[in-house]
């Protein structure tokens, strides 16, 4: 493959990720002698498409393979590894991207500006983003076990913290660096404390059950406010601008976010 062309690609996957499918390989293994066989598995696989440069399933492969050594210093032998790199250490290394929309399934590495949307789960492991500064999609905490931020100081879409039981979302207390977020912030019955340098929240903002009571920098609210019924008549609460209503509930509840 031509240099050119492989920096072309190199600077491709820097900015969009590397797209293609995930693919289920079902597996048996039969005994003929024995008249048996074990029950069949399924295993994931990642199949990269770049047939926008070209480029036949081999080739794809290769300057995937390429592009990490040169990026990372992490040798791989085959881009189905991609899929068990999500950390090293407490950080986060590769990303799957925009998981739930299977037509727009991509990797990337964590750094810098991530071009979709991410989940972060308790099995992944990780608890900074480190070197993430923006998100082009929705960011998403489930049974996290995320303690920071990080760099993070802009998401596209929307910001949500969820759980499956009843526990703590995440042991993240504030937004840090954070400053804009163009969809929803849903971070209701979180332990989070502090808004951070939070700007501009472009649609809704829920702080349902949770303890912040400080808007230092909150200038911009697109959608509703909804706000515990403490904060009723706080003066800081005034001085934000609220496209849509301040709407104030009588739940919070410090047995459920502790």
């Known amino acids: 493959m031509k240099e050119g062309l492989t920096q072309k690609i190199f600077k491709y996957f ?22 048996k066989f074990k029950p069949y598995k399924t295993t994931q696989i990642f199949k990269p498409n770049l047939s926008q440069f070209g480029l036949n399933e081999k080739d794809s492969e290769q300057v995937i393979i390429d592009y990490i ?20 250490g407490d950080k986060p290394f590769v990303l799957l991207l925009n998981e739930h929309q299977p ?14 949307s991410v989940i972060f789960r308790d099995t992944d492991r990780i608890k900074t983003l480190g070197n993430i500064e923006e998100i ?19 998401i596209e879409g929307s910001l949500w913290i969820a759980q ?3 526990g703590i979302f995440t042991k993240l207390k504030s937004l840090q660096e954070l400053e804009f977020v163009g969809g929803d912030v849903n971070i209701k019955n979180s332990n ?29 609210v697109g959608g509703n406010l909804l706000l515990p019924n403490e904060l009723k008549g706080a003066s800081e609460v005034s001085k934000i601008k609220v496209r849509g209503k301040i709407k104030f509930f009588n739940d919070r509840s410090l047995e459920d976010i502790v």
């Not at 082009?136 to 802009?154: A, I, M, Q, T, V």
């Open 14 to 35: 820097d900015e969009n990720g590397i797209a293609g499918e995930h693919l289920g390989v079902i597996s048996i293994e039969i005994n003929l002698g024995k008249s």
């Open 69 to 88: 050594f040169c990026t990372t210093n992490i040798k791989i032998s085959s881009v189905n590894e991609l899929i068990g790199m999500r950390n090293i």
């Open 103 to 116: 037509d727009k399934i991509k990797y990337c590495l964590a750094f810098g500006r991530i071009p979709g």
């Open 136 to 154: 082009d999609g929705d960011l998403g905490f489930s049974d996290s076990s995320l303690e920071d931020l990080g760099k993070l100081r802009r």
């Open 164 to 166: 499956s039981g009843k």
């Open 192 to 220: 989070i404390d502090n808004l951070g340098k939070l700007k501009h929240v472009g649609g809704n903002l829920n702080l349902r059950q949770t303890f912040v009571s400080k808007f230092d920098n909150l200038e911009f």
